[in-house]
């Protein structure tokens, strides 16, 4: 009886390997994203992407366990990406961080906008935690209604409502739009059990046609501008040029927990930065991050030097001149990063501490030597220069350039 049941899903699982689903492209039910630039709490980037990078790898070899001491308290995200979702019925309105790198979705870090309890609201007996590195929240899992837009409308999500919570500011929670498995240790007593993300929801129950998201930023000069959208179950043909490549999920941990990716990078015509190996792509770290044998590699081909202030590296105005583009190579293509693409909006320089005259470079050092199986983090600063989707069912991540890539507006 349990190989006749089992043969049809091994069947199913091979074809999905054989020949991934094509997505289509066109119609999507897309939810807006605001960028916002948390200036209140921002002192060093680095060091706070440092924290989460660091993090994200101990999560990954705790197996989703507590390490608290990975979890020190730091300033807020320093970039936030804020999409606004309703819940309960009738609805109140949360904005929450666009977060990659996890998968639970939860509200209540904003006191001042409470969990209001609903006909649609039923709690569990689990209490939930979960730690980011930057920040923590626990409280008590809920089932309700998730209105994403009209069309996009989740009967019974579990969601977490926050008793305690730090590390956020301006944000009522998180929307976490990462592999679902990173849900699994979250919950007690039901510490084993995984949490059907938003995505898995809506694809089970056929709203969406596909089990995938899509997402769309843009480059932005100011501290607060809606610059962004998410696409449920299909691809924004409006959003991107050319076709979307992809890469298959990779197997080295722990960037394999994540939406993790094989990639390699190339400073210039032939100046090896980054050899390949794997990294993750998250929308939850402000910079673009290489383990720290490979960001000496690339700030040796610079030139650039640290700045104290900013905690990021800084170039002249004669060595940016000279900037050669970064070459990644991801699923077999290779994508251009501009020398602009490089560095940070200068008409923001004073909104993180830094000078207006100063030419501050976006790439970071991870905090770790390469090896370690998590290599690059490639965050927002990446990704609003390309297209990116997060492909569930096919176990894959897509990048395509868009009309922001060769921009010149920093």
């Not at 998590?374 to 965050?379: E, M, R, S, T």
Request: hydrophobic letters at 35%.
């Amino acid at each position: 009886m349990f190989l006749t049941t089992l043969l049809p899903a091994l069947l199913l699982a091979l074809c999905v390997v054989a020949k991934p689903v094509a997505l289509r492209s066109g119609s999507s039910h897309s939810l807006p994203i605001s960028k916002r630039l948390n200036t209140t709490s921002i002192h060093n980037l680095v060091h706070h992407d440092q924290l989460r990078a660091k993090y994200l790898k101990s999560r990954a070899c705790f197996n989703g366990g507590l390490d608290t001491r990975t979890n020190q308290p730091v300033e807020n995200q320093a970039v936030q990406y804020i999409a606004t979702i309703g819940v309960g019925s009738p609805i109140t309105n949360f904005s929450l961080a666009v977060d990659t790198g996890s998968s639970n979705t939860w509200i209540g870090a904003d006191t001042d906008n409470p969990y209001v309890k609903t006909s649609s609201s039923s709690a569990t007996s689990n209490n939930v935690t979960v730690y980011y590195g930057s920040g923590s929240f626990s409280g008590t899992e809920y089932i309700d209604k998730v209105t994403l837009t009209p069309e996009l409308v989740i009967s019974k999500q579990s969601i977490g409502v926050a008793s305690q919570s730090s590390g956020f500011s301006g944000i009522d929670g998180i929307l976490g739009i990462g592999p679902v498995d990173l849900t699994a240790g979250t919950l007690s007593p039901s510490e084993s059990a995984s949490i059907p993300t938003l995505t898995d929801n809506l694809f089970a129950a056929g709203t969406i046609a596909y089990d995938s998201i899509a997402i769309s930023f843009a480059p932005t000069t100011v501290e607060s501008i809606i610059n962004g959208e998410i696409s449920w179950g299909a691809t924004d043909s409006k959003k991107y040029t050319g076709s979307i490549t992809y890469s298959p999920l990779t197997s080295t941990s722990p960037a394999s927990e994540y939406w993790g990716v094989d990639i390699s990078v190339v400073y210039g015509k032939s100046h090896t930065v980054v050899s390949e190996t794997a990294g993750i792509v998250d929308t939850g770290t402000t910079l673009i991050l290489f383990a720290t044998d490979y960001y000496k590699k690339y700030k040796s081909a610079t030139g650039a030097t640290d700045d104290s202030t900013t905690g990021l590296i800084k170039f002249t105005s004669s060595q940016y001149s000279k900037l050669s583009s970064l070459f990644v190579t991801f699923g077999g293509e290779t994508f251009e990063l501009t020398a602009n693409a490089q560095i940070w909006p200068r008409s923001l320089n004073t909104a993180i501490g830094g000078t207006s005259s100063s030419i501050y470079g976006v790439v970071s050092d991870l905090g770790s030597s390469s090896g370690e199986g998590l290599d690059f983090i490639l965050g927002y600063t990446f990704l609003e220069r390309f297209y990116s989707v997060y492909d569930t069912g096919n176990a894959r991540v897509g990048l395509a350039t868009t009309s922001h890539t060769t921009a010149t507006s920093n």
